[in-house]
């Protein structure tokens, strides 16, 4: 599959694990009013899955490419 094509894949994919990440039914469980190291658990959560999704993107996005297969280049004979 070419490099292109598969990035372009997994940043999709990655694009949707995020917005079901912050769409209602999870938002909903995390949206209680307790504190966590001072930090209401919404907000720990928001920033938590808004960092990893900007890291999943970076690494996607900055991931070397594979190296090339080698060609069965074999060393060309003199013609006889």
Known sequence: MP???QRSERLIG???VGLLAL???L????SRERLLFG???LY???F????LFIVCVALTLTRPSSPAAPTDRSP?????
């Open 3 to 5: 490099e292109a094509k």
């Open 14 to 16: 990655v694009l949707i």
């Open 23 to 25: 769409n209602y039914p």
């Open 27 to 30: 938002l909903s469980l995390f």
């Open 39 to 41: 930090v209401p658990l």
């Open 44 to 46: 720990l959560y928001l």
């Open 48 to 51: 938590a899955v808004w960092s």
């Open 76 to 80: 060309s004979q003199p013609s006889e």
